[in-house]
């Protein structure tokens, strides 16, 4: 049986990409996140985009020291299915060459959960053991985590905004989902964004009310019997031999 486990994790980017290019989640809500974290004795995976890393270096060094699993995220949160290959190789290059400044970089997932089959062997020569660019609810709709050459590929199993609904409407949606459940949201969902000019969907439930829903979120998985981990963790809990 597969074990209970649950990964949360964030993608560490700019607001509500591509409509803004302010950076108040990183700057205002990542601390937020880690203080609740902090509080609930989670350790979570957080994808950055190389250019977040080197604006804020010292939220990059502390999401580390704090015992959290750093990964990439690619280096604007450019869309790797729109370049050509060669160009993203060299995007997926240059921004791990820089997180790798701030700690160990072996976990991937491509903005927008767009990764080209063509550039897993790129990750897999650049080091990284596991991949989290596919979703369950995405085509072709993966299953389960995959074995893919080096790398393990872990679908996400939900979009982040199902982590703002009511809690008495997401509670059921949590209850569908197998394990490994892997859970993403975004820093820029944990501000108030109700009054930025973006769609509804990366503005409702936005600020408080979405730190408190990832607070019960947290507590609802403990009282399921999940074990919440680290993404590099959770594979290796799956039987993977993946060193973390
Ligand atoms: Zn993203």
Same mark, same amino acid.
């Given at each position: 049986m597969t074990p209970r486990? +649950?990964?949360?994790?964030?993608?560490?980017?700019?607001?509500?990409?591509? $409509?803004?290019d302010s950076a108040r989640g990183v700057?205002?809500?990542?601390?937020?996140?880690?203080?609740l974290l902090a509080e609930e004795r989670v350790r979570a995976t957080f994808f950055f985009t190389a250019e977040?890393?080197?604006r804020f270096p010292r939220l990059a060094r502390r999401v580390v020291d704090e015992g959290h699993e750093l990964g990439s995220h690619g280096y604007r949160h450019?869309?790797?299915d729109r370049l050509p290959r060669s160009?993203? +190789?060299r995007v997926l290059e240059r921004s791990?060459?820089?997180?790798?400044? $701030?700690g160990e970089v072996k976990v991937f997932r491509a903005p927008n959960l767009k990764l080209p089959e063509n550039l897993l062997p790129v990750l897999a020569k650049l080091g990284y053991r596991v991949d989290s660019s596919t979703a369950r609810y995405k085509p072709p709709f993966p299953r389960r985590v995959e074995k893919h050459g080096p790398l393990v590929r872990v679908p996400v199993s939900v979009t982040s905004s199902v982590l703002r609904l009511p809690w008495r409407l997401q509670?059921?949606?949590?209850?569908?989902l197998a394990p490994?459940?892997?859970?993403?949201?975004?820093p820029w969902e944990y501000v108030d964004m109700s009054r930025e000019p973006v769609r509804l969907d990366c503005r409702f439930n936005t600020g408080e009310p979405a730190l408190e829903l990832l607070r019960r979120l947290i507590r609802f998985l403990r009282g399921e019997g999940y074990m919440l981990a680290t993404l590099c963790e959770a594979v290796r809990m799956l039987g993977h031999d993946v060193e973390c």
């Open positions: 486990v +649950a990964v949360i994790s964030f993608d560490v980017e700019q607001d509500c990409p591509p $409509y803004l700057e205002e809500g990542l601390p937020r996140i880690l203080e977040m890393a080197r450019e869309r790797l160009e993203a +190789a791990t060459s820089i997180l790798r400044g $701030y509670r059921p949606l949590h209850g569908a490994p459940r892997v859970y993403f949201s975004h």
